[in-house]
């Protein structure tokens, strides 16, 4: 058995592996080299940085990393217009949200892992993992065909939405939604402070978006429940919107089932999965870069402290699960419902939800229900009567 060249065992703590150079594995990687553990990273490219996307997060990123990625921001949007069949909302927020480009915040967190003193090697396909006294053989195979194993306690798997770690501890893979957005100019009149969202449940139970890049661009997309519904509802929206597509991005995101812990023991060994690997996404907007930041951050948390509970990952379950009802309950809205729901939207629901960011749902949900609880009455109606219809049915 091959021993990778740059293993080196720590006196104070064993070595950690992690499998998957996403943002969440990246900023375990620096979390635990900052605590004194060796830190192994492995990913399959040979470059650091996936394909280039933009996407959309809240301010509440800065929270959860200490810091602000600057680098990775390429605008920010301070208003937010919601439009469904025959109505308008506008919220404007309190803290802008950041349009980040997702390859140059996993090159920014690939520095400060490597800072930190992790060891980030490209290049390494994880092969599996065999149980042994007291701990884990996990098997990679370099990109020169060489087959590598390292020895550890402690294994994170990072590796995306089909993780390979997941499937190696049979944990089921989470349902999936396919996300579809082309690069165009940014249409006439458009402000690039701006972000827009439609609901139009004929075409997805979820929504469009127009995000802003920049002055003069724009991305343009939705959220699916498959390639093929994802490729017709952008090529209707911009066609009806006169919009020319100059480039796409796509991707497969996981829904956050609430299925269990993202953490097991194997043969004394603890598996830890962070991100997408563990669907750490908001179904309601299915959004997971920072609640898959703080899903490391609760990983690490519990490996510096050894022990198998975590506060942190108590309180971003908590969140995902809410979300999880608020999309249960939107996943039934018909279009009507949609122009019912912004016509409640009067300016005490807006000072309340441009006052909070996405990533606070615990925080929001009952001001938010205080000040128009014909919102809870408008959700309970919808999904009751959802029920009868489903009933009939059958």
Known sequence: MRQLSSFKVSSTYPPVGIIGASAAGLYAACLLAKGGVPVYLFDEREQWGPPSRTLIVTPHIQDVLGCIPSE???NRTSELQLFSPQRSATIRLSQPDWIVEREKLIQMLARQARAAGAELLPGYRFLGLEPV????????????GRIEHLRTRVLIGADGVFSGVAGAVQRDHHPTVSILQAQVVLPPGTRADTTQVWFEPPSTRYFYWLMPEARDHAAVGLIADDECQAREGLQRFLSIH???????????????????????????????LVGDAAAQVKVTTVGGVVTGLRGARAAAQAILQGSNDSRELGALQRELD?????????????????????GLVNARTQRVLGAHTRDEI???????????????????????FRSAESCQRT
């Open 362 to 384: 615990c925080r929001v949900l009952l001001p938010l229900l205080l000040v128009q609880p014909r919102l809870l009455l408008l959700a309970a109606g919808r999904f009751l």
């Open 72 to 74: 990775a921001i390429v």
């Open 133 to 144: 006294h007291g701990g884990l053989v996990v098997r990679l195979e370099s990109s020169r």
């Open 242 to 272: 006169d919009l020319e597509p100059l480039g796409y991005q796509g991707a497969q995101v996981p829904l956050y089932s609430g299925n269990g812990r993202p953490w097991r023991k194997i043969s004394g060994a603890q598996v830890f």
């Open 322 to 342: 809410l979300h999880r009802l608020v999309r249960s309950v939107l996943n039934r809205f018909a279009p009507s419902d949609y122009d019912q729901l912004l």
